[in-house]
């Protein structure tokens, strides 16, 4: 069965750094786009980054460029997003997605496997 599972959130004060990490299995992402999108309470679901397997691009939105990098790690089958310098306004939770035909990474409609997301809360 296929999952995605995220890991790693938690509560930290501004400033401070989490690494979350999205584990896969059941499924080869070789051709896949796997992102990180995040929703704060009463807020859509935003884009916060993606990993492009084919051509290995990287996309962030611009509130997190130069805070935040994705990568991934083919030994253990995830995709991790490294959160430093983070800020009240990071605050959401933070779920992996996946996509086998994601042409705009941005489109959450465009994802068809889905975690269950893992909460990340930043104190001032």
């Known amino acids: 069965q296929v999952q995605l599972v995220e890991s790693g959130g938690g509560s930290v004060q501004a400033g401070d750094s989490l690494t979350l990490s999205c584990a896969a299995s059941?499924?080869?992402?070789?051709?896949?786009?796997l992102g990180w999108f995040r929703q704060a309470p009463g807020k859509e679901r935003d884009f916060v980054a993606a990993y492009r397997w084919i051509g290995r691009s990287i996309y962030y939105r611009d509130s997190v460029k130069g805070r935040f990098t994705i990568s991934r790690d083919n030994d253990k089958n995830t995709v991790d997003l490294q959160m430093d310098n983070l800020k009240p306004e990071d605050t959401a939770v933070y779920y992996c997605?996946?996509?086998?035909?994601?042409?705009?990474?941005?489109?959450?409609?465009?994802?068809?496997?889905w975690g269950q997301g893992t909460q990340v809360t930043v104190s001032s």
């Open positions: 059941g499924r080869t992402f070789t051709r896949d786009v």
């Open positions: 997605a996946s996509g086998s035909a994601v042409k705009n990474v941005v489109d959450a409609s465009k994802y068809d496997l």
